[in-house]
């Protein structure tokens, strides 16, 4: 633990702001997808490392990094797999940008169009008009003219 880490407050599960180091991937933190003023630095030598421990998780509601390459930030936010990708920020929402989770974070998407699409049936509507059915008569005729 660098930082934090003691209850707060006197109900409830709430926890000082915390910021774990010295970490591996095996231990459980890293694993969970935790609810709270937590941040878990782990140490990296290449993007496919950091990849290959971002994305071996059975969550995947958001991530988080920060850089000063943005060709850097793209591909690896492409290869993350997580619901909102934030690149030298964090948790800034915005009601028309859809929000959901891959894998166990969650179904589907709320906010903006996405999250309307839950909720409604798309069915397509065709209608012959007069002037159509001059051009392209019904039933086709049994005889090519």
């Known amino acids: 633990?660098?930082?934090?880490?003691?209850?707060?407050?006197?109900?409830?599960?709430w926890v000082?702001?915390?910021?774990?180091?010295?970490?591996?991937p095996d231990m459980e933190f890293v694993k969970e997808e935790i609810f709270g003023p937590v941040a878990v630095i782990i140490k990296f030598d290449d993007d496919e490392t950091v990849l290959e421990l971002a994305n071996d998780s059975q969550y995947g509601l958001a991530a988080s990094f920060f850089t000063k390459n943005l060709n850097r930030a793209v591909n690896v936010a492409n290869?993350?797999?997580?619901g909102t990708v934030w690149?030298?920020?964090?948790?800034?929402?915005?009601?028309?940008?859809p929000y959901g989770g891959f894998k166990q974070s969650g179904i589907g998407r709320e906010c903006g169009q996405y999250a309307l699409d839950t909720c409604v049936?798309?069915?397509?509507?065709?209608?012959?008009h007069e002037t159509c059915r001059d051009a392209n008569p019904w039933p086709l005729p049994a005889t090519p003219t």
Do not use: E, F, S, W
């Open 1 to 13: 633990m660098h930082l934090g880490g003691k209850p707060h407050g006197g109900h409830g599960y």
């Open 79 to 82: 290869k993350l797999q997580a």
């Open 16 to 24: 000082q702001p915390t910021i774990i180091t010295n970490t591996r």
């Open 121 to 128: 049936v798309h069915t397509p509507l065709l209608t012959a």
């Open 87 to 97: 690149v030298n920020c964090v948790n800034i929402l915005h009601p028309g940008v």
